[in-house]
C-alpha cells in the first residue's frame, strides 16, 4: 500500500481534466496542461511514473483519432503519424519477434523488452494525441501568446517553490507528495522530482519570458525572467545551465530589435546577480564540482581508446552508454533499436567507475538527450523524421507572419518559442515533461491554419462588391 498522498494526487490529476474534458472548457484544460508541464506535484509514482498532462494525452486519445485525417493533411502532423507507425514496427521486431535480453540482469515487466515496447509507445500515443489537442486548440483559437504565459505560470510557480524552499529549508515537494527526500544542501527542486527537472523547466521559463515580453515590456515582465533565473541559479543543474546557453543562443535567429532586447537583459542580469552569486560561495562551489565532474575522465578506471568514448565519458550515464552502443553497431545507428529499446542493449556498454556502482539491475532509463533519443529509438529514419517536423512548423510560422500581417508579432514569438525549445530538447530532455509534444501541437496548428485561407471580415467584403458595381 503506498503512501495516501499520492493516491489524492492521483485523483486531482484524473478528475480536473475529466471534469474540464465533461463540461467542454477546452481553453481551461489548455491552460491545465500547460501549468502542470513546470512542476511534478501531480506526478504520481503509482505503479508507473504518470505525469498529469500524459493523463490527459490518454483521455484524448478517442479525440485525436477522431482529428486523425485532418491533422495528417498537414506535413508535420503526417510526419508525425509515419515516425510513430515506424516505431510501432520496430517494437513488434525489437520488442516481441526478436527481443533484446535482459543483459543477465533480473529486470521487472516494465524492464523487459516487451513491458518496454508497450509502456513506451503507450506513452509515446499520449504525448502525439496531447500534440493533436494543442493543434486543435491553435487552429480554433490562434493564440499561441497564451500557451506560452500557460506555460510560463508553471514554471513560475516551480522557481518560486524554490526559492521558499531556500528560504524555510523545508522539502514542500516532500512533504505534499510523501515521496522521499533527497537532502541535497545547496541544490533545490521546488515542486519538481529533483533538481535536475526544476532546473530544465526554469531555464526553459526564463527563455520564453525573455522572447514572449521582448515585444511587450511591463516591470512585472522583468520579474518573470528574474524568478525563472532564480529558480535555474537555485537548482545546482549544471545540464540545465548549459540547456539555457544553448537556448539563449537560438535568440540569434529572431529580429533585431529581439536580439537587443536580450542583450540588454543578459547584461542587467548579470549585473544584478553576480553581487548576489557572490554572497553565495557554496552554491557556486556546487556548479564547479559538478562542471568538473562532466569534463573529467578520471574517475574511470579505463581510459577512453577513442574520440567517441571521450565524449561518451563526460556524458550523463544514461547517454554513454546509448552512443557507445549505436557507435560500435552503426546498423542500429540506422534503423534505431525500437521504442525506448536502447537502455537494453547499452548496459553492456557502461564504463567501469565508482560512481556507476549504483546500476545492479542494468540501465532503465533512456538517453536524456533529445537528439539521441530519438536516433536510439529510430534510427535516422526517425531522427530525419524530427528534422522533418521542426523545419515544416518553423515554415509554417514564418508563412503565417506573412499571411497574417496584424499578428506578425505573435507568429513570430511563437516561432522563437519553437526554435528554443527544440534547441533545448536536442540538448536535454526530461521523462517527465511533455513540454515537447504541446510545442508540436503548436507547429501543427500551424501548418493547418496556413491551409486554410483566413475568412475576409464583412466590410470588406461590401467594399469589394461596391467596387465591383462601379
Same mark, same amino acid.
Given at each position: 500500500?503506498?503512501?495516501?498522498?499520492?493516491?489524492?494526487?492521483?485523483?486531482?490529476?484524473?478528475?480536473?481534466?475529466?471534469?474540464?474534458?465533461?463540461?467542454?472548457?477546452?481553453?481551461?484544460?489548455?491552460?491545465?496542461?500547460?501549468?502542470?508541464?513546470?512542476?511534478?506535484?501531480?506526478?504520481?509514482?503509482?505503479?508507473?511514473?504518470?505525469?498529469?498532462?500524459?493523463?490527459?494525452?490518454?483521455?484524448?486519445?478517442?479525440?485525436?483519432?477522431?482529428?486523425?485525417?485532418?491533422?495528417?493533411?498537414?506535413?508535420?502532423?503526417?510526419?508525425?503519424?509515419?515516425?510513430?507507425?515506424?516505431?510501432?514496427?520496430?517494437?513488434?521486431?525489437?520488442?516481441?519477434?526478436?527481443?533484446?535480453?535482459?543483459?543477465?540482469?533480473?529486470?521487472?515487466?516494465?524492464?523487459?523488452?516487451?513491458?518496454?515496447?508497450?509502456?513506451?509507445?503507450?506513452?509515446?500515443?499520449?504525448?502525439?494525441?496531447?500534440?493533436?489537442?494543442?493543434?486543435?486548440?491553435?487552429?480554433?483559437?490562434?493564440?499561441?501568446?497564451?500557451?506560452?504565459?500557460?506555460?510560463?505560470?508553471?514554471?513560475?510557480?516551480?522557481?518560486?517553490?524554490?526559492?521558499?524552499?531556500?528560504?524555510?529549508?523545508?522539502?514542500?515537494?516532500?512533504?505534499?507528495?510523501?515521496?522521499?527526500?533527497?537532502?541535497?544542501?545547496?541544490?533545490?527542486?521546488?515542486?519538481?522530482?529533483?533538481?535536475?527537472?526544476?532546473?530544465?523547466?526554469?531555464?526553459?521559463?526564463?527563455?520564453?519570458?525573455?522572447?514572449?515580453?521582448?515585444?511587450?515590456?511591463?516591470?512585472?515582465?522583468?520579474?518573470?525572467?528574474?524568478?525563472?533565473?532564480?529558480?535555474?541559479?537555485?537548482?545546482?543543474?549544471?545540464?540545465?545551465?548549459?540547456?539555457?546557453?544553448?537556448?539563449?543562443?537560438?535568440?540569434?535567429?529572431?529580429?533585431?530589435?529581439?536580439?537587443?532586447?536580450?542583450? !540588454? &537583459? +543578459?547584461?542587467?542580469?548579470?549585473? @544584478?546577480? /553576480?553581487?548576489?552569486?557572490? *554572497? #553565495?560561495?557554496?552554491?557556486?562551489? %556546487?556548479?564547479?564540482?559538478?562542471?568538473?565532474?562532466?569534463?573529467?575522465?578520471?574517475?574511470?578506471?579505463?581510459?577512453?581508446?577513442?574520440?567517441?568514448?571521450?565524449?561518451?565519458?563526460?556524458?550523463?550515464?544514461?547517454?554513454?552508454?546509448?552512443?557507445?552502443?549505436?557507435?560500435?553497431?552503426?546498423?542500429?545507428?540506422?534503423?534505431?533499436?525500437?521504442?525506448?529499446?536502447?537502455?537494453?542493449?547499452?548496459?553492456?556498454?557502461?564504463?567501469?567507475?565508482?560512481?556507476?556502482?549504483?546500476?545492479?539491475?542494468?540501465?532503465?532509463?533512456?538517453?536524456?538527450?533529445?537528439?539521441?533519443?530519438?536516433?536510439?529509438?529510430? !534510427? &535516422? +529514419?526517425?531522427?530525419?523524421?524530427? @528534422?522533418? /517536423?521542426?523545419?515544416?512548423? *518553423? #515554415?509554417?510560422?514564418?508563412?503565417? %507572419?506573412?499571411?497574417?500581417?496584424?499578428?506578425?508579432?505573435?507568429?513570430?514569438?511563437a516561432r522563437g518559442a519553437f526554435i528554443v525549445v527544440a534547441?533545448?530538447?536536442?540538448?536535454?530532455v526530461s521523462g517527465l515533461s511533455a513540454i515537447w509534444p504541446?510545442?508540436?501541437?503548436?507547429?501543427?496548428?500551424?501548418?493547418?491554419?496556413?491551409?486554410?485561407?483566413?475568412?475576409?471580415?464583412?466590410?470588406?467584403?461590401?467594399?469589394?462588391?461596391?467596387?465591383?458595381?462601379?
Open positions: 500500500m503506498g503512501d495516501p498522498r499520492q493516491y489524492i494526487l492521483l485523483a486531482v490529476a484524473v478528475f480536473v481534466p475529466l471534469f474540464l474534458i465533461v463540461k467542454r472548457w477546452e481553453r481551461g484544460l489548455l491552460a491545465w496542461v500547460c501549468f502542470t508541464l513546470g512542476i511534478n506535484l501531480f506526478d504520481t509514482t503509482i505503479i508507473l511514473n504518470l505525469p498529469a498532462a500524459r493523463i490527459v494525452g490518454l483521455m484524448l486519445i478517442p479525440q485525436a483519432l477522431q482529428n486523425l485525417s485532418p491533422i495528417s493533411r498537414s506535413l508535420p502532423g503526417r510526419t508525425l503519424i509515419i515516425q510513430y507507425v515506424y516505431l510501432v514496427l520496430l517494437g513488434v521486431v525489437f520488442g516481441f519477434i526478436l527481443p533484446w535480453p535482459g543483459g543477465g540482469y533480473d529486470r521487472a515487466f516494465n524492464q523487459l523488452a516487451h513491458g518496454r515496447t508497450v509502456i513506451y509507445l503507450i506513452r509515446t500515443a499520449a504525448d502525439i494525441s496531447l500534440a493533436f489537442f494543442v493543434a486543435r486548440q491553435i487552429i480554433k483559437w490562434p493564440r499561441p501568446d497564451k500557451v506560452l504565459r500557460y506555460i510560463l505560470a508553471g514554471t513560475s510557480a516551480a522557481a518560486l517553490a524554490a526559492i521558499l524552499e531556500f528560504m524555510t529549508r523545508i522539502d514542500w515537494y516532500g512533504m505534499i507528495t510523501g515521496l522521499r527526500a533527497l537532502e541535497l544542501e545547496y541544490r533545490m527542486r521546488g515542486f519538481n522530482y529533483e533538481p535536475r527537472g526544476l532546473g530544465l523547466m526554469t531555464a526553459q521559463g526564463m527563455l520564453l519570458a525573455v522572447l514572449l515580453f521582448s515585444r511587450r515590456r511591463l516591470w512585472r515582465s522583468y520579474g518573470l525572467i528574474v524568478i525563472n533565473a532564480v529558480g535555474l541559479f537555485l537548482s545546482g543543474s549544471t545540464s540545465a545551465l548549459v540547456a539555457a546557453v544553448a537556448g539563449a543562443s537560438a535568440f540569434l535567429l529572431l529580429g533585431r530589435r529581439a536580439r537587443l532586447f536580450i542583450v !540588454g &537583459i +543578459v547584461m542587467v542580469g548579470a549585473l @544584478i546577480l /553576480i553581487p548576489i552569486i557572490n *554572497l #553565495r560561495t557554496d552554491y557556486i562551489r %556546487t556548479f564547479q564540482e559538478n562542471l568538473t565532474y562532466r569534463l573529467t575522465t578520471a574517475r574511470f578506471s579505463e581510459s577512453p581508446s577513442n574520440v567517441f568514448e571521450e565524449l561518451a565519458f563526460r556524458m550523463e550515464i544514461y547517454d554513454g552508454p546509448a552512443l557507445l552502443f549505436l557507435v560500435s553497431n552503426p546498423i542500429y545507428l540506422v534503423i534505431g533499436t525500437g521504442p525506448g529499446l536502447i537502455p537494453l542493449p547499452a548496459t553492456a556498454y557502461i564504463p567501469s567507475s565508482a560512481d556507476n556502482s549504483w546500476i545492479n539491475a542494468g540501465l532503465n532509463c533512456p538517453p536524456m538527450m533529445g537528439g539521441l533519443l530519438e536516433i536510439s529509438n529510430g !534510427g &535516422i +529514419v526517425g531522427f530525419m523524421c524530427w @528534422i522533418i /517536423i521542426c523545419l515544416s512548423s *518553423l #515554415r509554417a510560422f514564418k508563412k503565417l %507572419t506573412q499571411i497574417r500581417p496584424l499578428e506578425a508579432k505573435m507568429w513570430q514569438t534547441v533545448v530538447f536536442f540538448l536535454q504541446v510545442f508540436i501541437g503548436m507547429g501543427i496548428g500551424a501548418a493547418c491554419l496556413t491551409q486554410v485561407p483566413r475568412p475576409v471580415p464583412l466590410a470588406i467584403q461590401t467594399m469589394i462588391k461596391c467596387r465591383k458595381r462601379i
